[in-house]
């Protein structure tokens, strides 16, 4: 089973952009649901994340500016994305856990192809 990520595109610095994540087969509703992303040459990292009875994490890199929700009756779960910088350029990827607290990329599985976020102007 994987999730699939969708919502990229190129945008203006200051822009916004919204990030679904969906599943086939399963419901998101019973796993915390993060979002990473990966930059050319570097490490994946951790933006976001929320549990299942939703509480919500974020990097510092974001707080304030990314939201993550759950739509509960379309099985998704959203990443809004303000005030977008130059360095939010990368593939954001969502994946799926037990919990958010205390764990990494290594921790979440379900990942499937991401979806690029070019922050340009």
């Known amino acids: 089973v994987q999730l699939q990520a969708s919502g990229g595109g190129l945008v203006q610095p200051e822009g916004s952009l919204r990030l679904s994540c969906a599943a086939s087969g399963f419901a998101l509703d019973y796993y915390a649901i993060g979002w990473f992303r990966q930059a050319p040459g570097r490490e994946r990292e951790a933006v976001s994340c929320i549990t299942p009875d939703g509480k919500t994490y974020y990097s510092e890199s974001v707080k304030g500016r990314f939201t993550i929700s759950r739509d509960k009756a379309k099985n998704t779960v959203t990443l809004q994305m303000n005030s977008l910088y130059l360095e939010d350029t990368a593939v954001y990827y969502c994946?799926?856990?037990?919990?958010?607290?205390?764990?990494?990329?290594?921790?979440?599985?379900?990942w499937g192809q991401g979806t690029l976020v070019t922050v340009s102007s």
């Open positions: 994946a799926a856990n037990a919990v958010c607290e205390g764990a990494g990329p290594k921790d979440f599985g379900s």
